[in-house]
C-alpha cells in the first residue's frame, strides 16, 4: 500500500510539474538579421486584426512572447518593422519556437516544437506558388481574348488547373482531418456543383437549370464550413465566406434573405461565440446595406436576437436606441400595406391616400426650402405632367408648419398633383413613414401596397417602367 501510495503521489506531481510547465503560452523567436526591433503577436478577428502581445528583440534578434493564459486559438500574426508579417496556427501546443530572416521570412520561417505550423508553412508554400501559376494562365487568357485558339487552349488549361488546385487542398485537408489545419484547408474548397439533367420538352430549361444550381449552391455552401468550430472565428475565412453567401449567393430580397437566416443559426450548435460572431456580423452587414427594402431583415434580426433577450452582450442603452429605430421602420416595410394618411389640403377638402384609384401613388414628404427639395420637385413635376395620364397619382405632404410658404410654393410652381397639409402631425406620417429627413419618396401599386422606398426623383421612371413589365 505504501509503495502504491508513493506511486500515485509521483505520478500526480510529476502532472502537476508538467501541467506548470505548460500553462499559458512561450513563444520563442529568432529573427537574426533584425536587432533591438519591436515586433507584435496579433490575431484576425472577423475582417480585422488586433493586437495581442508586444516584444522587443534583443542585440542578437531573438525574444520570447509570452503570456499565463493560454490565447484563443486560431490564425496569429507575427508583425514585423515596416508593415511585414507572417502567419502561423495558434492550436493549444502554444510553447514553440520559430526563426526566420527579416529580408526573406517566407522562404525562411522555420518552427520547432511545432509539426503541425511546419505543415501550415509547407502548404502556404505550394498554394502560393500555385496561385502564382493560375494567376499567370488567367493572364494569358486576358491577352488572348481576340483569338479564339488561343483562347480555347488556355481555356483547358485553366480548368485543368482549377481541378489541380481543388485536388491539392482535398489532399491536404484528407492528411490533416484531425487539426486545425485540415479544419482551414477543409473550408476553402470550393463547392462542386453538379450539372443537373433537365427532361426534355421542359418549358424553360435555362431557367429550370438556374433554379437548381441556385439552389443547391444555396443549401450546401456551408458544407466545409463547421459553423460550431470557435477557432474559425479568429481567421479571417468565416468572415469572407459570410459575406460572399449574403452578398452574391442568395437573391437580395427580404423573404429569402429571412429565410437563410432562420437555417444558418442551427448551424452553430448553440454556440455562445459563433452564436454572437453571426448576429453582429448580420446586424452589421444589413444595417449598412443601401439595398432596398434590407430594413426588413434589420427589423427581423432586431426581434428575434436583440429585443428579445438572447442579446446579452449589449447595454440597456444601445436596446433602447434600437427598439426606437424599429419602431419606424416596422410600418413602412416593402409588401406592406401603407398607412391611409386622411388630411386637410390645398384645396380646402379632406383627401385620403387610399381613396386614390390609380395603378401608382407617389407619396412625396418635402419642404418649400429644402434644399434638395427645390431639386427634386421641380424634376418630379415634369415627369407627373407626362404621367399622370398614364396610371400616375401624386399625394404630396408638406412637413413643415408655416401654411403661407407652403401655399405660395405651390401656387409659384403650378404643383397640381394632390397636397397634403397636416401641420400638427396629427396622422402621424412622421412615425408611419419614418421621416427624419426630406425629400423622401414612397411608391405604392393600385392596392396601396409598398412597393419602392426611399427613391431618388430620377429613379422612378425606370422603376415604373421595370416594375409594369415584370410584375404587372
Not at 496579433?42 to 486584426?49: K, L, S
Not at 452578398?247 to 429565410?259: A, F, T
Not at 405632404?397 to 397636397?419: F, M, P
Request: hydrophobic content about 35%.
Amino acid at each position: 500500500m505504501r509503495k502504491f501510495l508513493q506511486i500515485t503521489v509521483l505520478l500526480f506531481l510529476s502532472i502537476h510539474t508538467y501541467s506548470q510547465e505548460k500553462a499559458g503560452y512561450e513563444i520563442s523567436v529568432t529573427i537574426s538579421d533584425i536587432s533591438d526591433s519591436t515586433i507584435f503577436l496579433a490575431y484576425h478577428y472577423g475582417d480585422r486584426q488586433y493586437l495581442s502581445d508586444t516584444l522587443k528583440l534583443d542585440g542578437k534578434g531573438q525574444g520570447i512572447f509570452k503570456g499565463k493564459e493560454k490565447l484563443p486559438e486560431g490564425i496569429y500574426m507575427i508583425v514585423l518593422p515596416g508593415r511585414k508579417y507572417f502567419e502561423f496556427l495558434m492550436t493549444d501546443n502554444q510553447h514553440f519556437s520559430l526563426s526566420c530572416l527579416y529580408n526573406d521570412f517566407f522562404r525562411t520561417l522555420k518552427f520547432s516544437g511545432s509539426p503541425l505550423n511546419t505543415a501550415f508553412t509547407d502548404y502556404q508554400r505550394q498554394w502560393s506558388q500555385m496561385q502564382q501559376k493560375a494567376s499567370g494562365i488567367a493572364n494569358r487568357l486576358q491577352q488572348n481574348k481576340a483569338n479564339s485558339d488561343s483562347l480555347r487552349i488556355l481555356s483547358g488549361k485553366q480548368r485543368e488547373y482549377e481541378s489541380e488546385m481543388k485536388a491539392y487542398l482535398r489532399t491536404v485537408a484528407g492528411k490533416n482531418s484531425s487539426n486545425f489545419l485540415g479544419v482551414l484547408v477543409k473550408s476553402m474548397i470550393p463547392l462542386e456543383i453538379p450539372e443537373f439533367s433537365i427532361p426534355a420538352g421542359t418549358n424553360n430549361p435555362d431557367s429550370v437549370r438556374w433554379y437548381l444550381r441556385y439552389n443547391y449552391n444555396k443549401d450546401h455552401f456551408f458544407d466545409n464550413i463547421d459553423l460550431t468550430d470557435e477557432r474559425l472565428l479568429r481567421t479571417p475565412i468565416l468572415q469572407a465566406r459570410l459575406e460572399v453567401f449574403f452578398k452574391n449567393v442568395i437573391i437580395q430580397s427580404p423573404d429569402s434573405i429571412n429565410k437563410e437566416i432562420d437555417r444558418i443559426f442551427p448551424k452553430t450548435g448553440n454556440n455562445p461565440k459563433m452564436f454572437q460572431f453571426l448576429s453582429v456580423f448580420l446586424f452589421n452587414h444589413f444595417r449598412q446595406s443601401e439595398i432596398m427594402g434590407h430594413d426588413a431583415v434589420l427589423v427581423k434580426l432586431a426581434d428575434d436576437i436583440y429585443l428579445s433577450g438572447k442579446a446579452d452582450w449589449i447595454t440597456e442603452e444601445f436596446r433602447n436606441d434600437l427598439h426606437r429605430q424599429v419602431e419606424l421602420l416596422r410600418h413602412n416595410l416593402l409588401g406592406m400595406t401603407a398607412q391611409n394618411l386622411v388630411m386637410d389640403s390645398y384645396k380646402g377638402i379632406f383627401v385620403a391616400l387610399h381613396d386614390i384609384e390609380k395603378e401608382f401613388t407617389v407619396l412625396y414628404f418635402w419642404e418649400p426650402n429644402c434644399g434638395h427639395c427645390n431639386e427634386a420637385t421641380p424634376k418630379l413635376k415634369a415627369w407627373y405632367e407626362k404621367a399622370k395620364n398614364d396610371g400616375v397619382e401624386i399625394f404630396s405632404v408638406c412637413t413643415t408648419s408655416n401654411r403661407q410658404e407652403w401655399a405660395d410654393y405651390i401656387e409659384k410652381h403650378g404643383l397640381t398633383w394632390i397636397n397634403g397639409w397636416d401641420p400638427n402631425r396629427q396622422t402621424h406620417f412622421d412615425y408611419y413613414y419614418n421621416v427624419q429627413a426630406t425629400p423622401l419618396i414612397y411608391i405604392l401599386d393600385k392596392n396601396k401596397k409598398i412597393i419602392a422606398k426611399k427613391l431618388s426623383v430620377d429613379d422612378i421612371p425606370s422603376f415604373i417602367d421595370n416594375y409594369r413589365k415584370y410584375f404587372r
